[in-house]
């Protein structure tokens, strides 16, 4: 389990900024463990932002929701430079599905960081070919705290860190649940 290096808002030298990544395969807990996260924030009275990206509305339209159904208000939207302009004055700012944001969500997290701002992101970092899913490779290698969390596999029970594509479809991006995706353990994903 992941235990926050400091829930103070400030150092010595003012607000300290940092980056965290919580990643993962399908069905491992990534949005539970953002929430449990962000909740902690909250408990503390920080200032807390959340940001998705408008595209995943599997389970609501402006809210981040767990498989688990457990929820956390949350702002959409289209672009990563979006998230600087409505982060407004915050401590925290929480981002879920950050693989489905281009390139540029590296220097907006970097410069929240950079203001003083805890960052955490939650996202995939492979895709359903087992192959790293941009930009996660690059936030993984710039944060202060990295948490990779496990599903079980659907075939054999193992731990599983591979998302499986149910379907045919070749496409890069395709949003689905337990129809469309599961967890799979590395020797099933290669083997199938």
Known sequence: MFIEPSLGKTGKSGPK????????????????????????????????????????????????????????????????????????????????????????IIPVVEQLANNGIRVIVAGLDMDFEGKPFEPMPQLLAI????????????????LASYSFRLSGDKSKVMLGEKESYEARCRKCFYNL
């Open 17 to 104: 900024g940092q980056l965290e990544v919580i990643c993962g395969s399908m069905f491992s807990g990534k949005t539970e463990e953002l929430i449990r996260r962000l909740n902690r924030a909250l408990i503390a009275k920080q200032r807390v932002e959340i940001f998705k990206p408008a595209i995943d509305k599997r389970y609501d339209e402006n809210n981040v929701v767990s498989h688990n159904e457990n929820i956390i208000r949350s702002t959409p939207v289209q672009f990563a430079d979006d998230i600087l302009l409505l982060a407004g004055n915050c401590d925290v700012v929480g981002i879920d599905e950050v693989q489905f944001f281009d390139a540029q």
């Open 143 to 158: 944060a202060e705290y990295v948490t990779k969390v496990h599903a079980i596999c659907m075939k054999c029970g193992d």
